[in-house]
């Protein structure tokens, strides 16, 4: 079984705009609601795939029940710490060609709240295989709450798969996650430099190789992704497509990821599974969903190719 960690859910609200008038009053008509953050995203996903997976992380007030009532109807199985505060709103304005995100910060966690859900977590391993844990973290948890969570994931020998970004990504590779999904964004804030060329993300991987990570996998967005795995660094190359809506996609390809290792796939056809889900989420409206029975042709038309080993 995959375990999916959501310690930031969110209600994600999707708005679509024909144009945005700043300052001034947009009517939208196009308003989509889903059992956000990105970990449950991705579990949408592994779901639409038929792999056994369930749902953890922290969920408050109306917004925690609403999360709750969409996993229940779609069946999807999730064990969630109730919390006092109130789970947080994403919003997504779609207008034009551009996407802008506004994220609120999530709510304040009890130190009883943190404990409790760590009491919950060690239980959930050892009933899964894979753990998949993806998104901020709420600030009370602090930034090394995920190294928390990958150590004792380790401890009971299963493979923890992180994509997360700034001090929580920083502070978790000391404890050797199985598996990161960092953009070049959050990898230019990891080393504290530039990184923009492909030479840039060459030079990244080899550097962060020190931390013996089995797959780091730099996600470049619709240009595809760039990874280090054995020793070997590898360039993988979408389908290209019109994006219809790309929100959701980075957390449609580590559920790609997921599942091929689920699937014991060899590290050519992981890195094509991943990066073709996260194409396919691109071509929906709806953030965090598939449209499974595209898989194979757009797997025969995603590239992979060895550039080099180190
Ligand atoms: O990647 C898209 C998305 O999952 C949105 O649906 C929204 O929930 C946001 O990311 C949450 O990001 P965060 O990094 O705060 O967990």
Same mark, same amino acid.
């Given at each position: ?20 008038? #700043? ?8 308003? @989509? =609601? ?16 038929? %792999? ?22 779609? #069946? ?9 505060? &109130? ?8 207008? /034009? ?15 009883? &709240? ?18 998949? +844990? ?16 990958? %150590?004792?994931? #380790?401890? $009971? ?17 000391? *404890? ?9 964004? !959050? ?6 430099? &530039?990184?923009?060329? &492909?030479?840039?993300?060459? #030079?990244?991987?080899? /550097?962060?190789?020190? $931390?013996? @990570?089995? $797959? ?10 760039? *990874? ?5 660094? $590898? ?7 019109? +994006? ?10 580590? *559920? ?7 699937? =014991?796939? %060899? ?14 989420? *691109? ?13 194979? !042709? ?6 992979? %190719? ?5």
């Amino acid at each position: 079984m995959i375990l999916t960690i959501t310690l930031n859910p969110a209600v994600d609200i999707s708005y679509r705009l024909d144009s945005l008038v #700043n300052n001034g009053v947009n009517r939208c008509s196009d308003v @989509i =609601k889903t059992a956000g953050g990105k970990g449950l995203n991705a579990t949408r996903v592994i779901s639409l795939a038929k %792999e056994d997976v369930c749902a953890t992380g922290l969920l408050g007030g109306s917004n925690g029940q609403f999360i709750v009532d969409r996993l229940n109807k779609s #069946n999807i199985k999730n064990d969630f710490m109730k919390i006092e505060g &109130e789970t947080r709103n994403c919003i997504a304005v779609l207008h /034009e060609d551009n996407q802008t995100e506004i994220l609120e910060p999530g709510p304040s966690i009890s130190v009883d &709240e943190k404990n409790n859900f760590i009491k919950k977590y060690e239980e959930l391993v050892q009933d899964s295989d894979i753990v998949l +844990a993806s998104g901020s973290v709420p600030k009370d948890l602090g930034h090394d709450f995920y190294k928390v969570l990958i %150590e004792i994931c #380790n401890r $009971y020998n299963k493979k923890f798969l992180l994509d997360t970004s700034g001090n929580s990504l920083s502070s978790a590779l000391v *404890a050797t996650p199985y598996l990161i999904k960092p953009n070049k964004d !959050e990898i230019t804030q990891l080393l504290q430099r &530039e990184v923009r060329s &492909e030479e840039d993300v060459l #030079n990244a991987l080899i /550097e962060l190789n020190k $931390y013996s @990570i089995p $797959y780091i996998i730099v996600s470049l967005g619709a240009d595809g992704a760039m *990874a280090l795995c054995n020793k070997k660094v $590898y360039r993988v190359t979408p389908h290209k497509i019109k +994006a219809v809506n790309p929100v959701g996609s980075g957390d449609s390809t580590i *559920a790609g990821f997921a599942i091929a290792i689920q699937r =014991k796939f %060899e590290t050519q056809d992981l890195l094509r599974y991943g990066c073709t889900l996260g194409t396919l989420n *691109a071509l929906e409206q709806q953030t965090g969903y598939v449209n499974m029975d595209l898989v194979d !042709e757009f797997m025969e038309k995603t590239k992979v %190719e060895i550039l080099r080993e180190i």
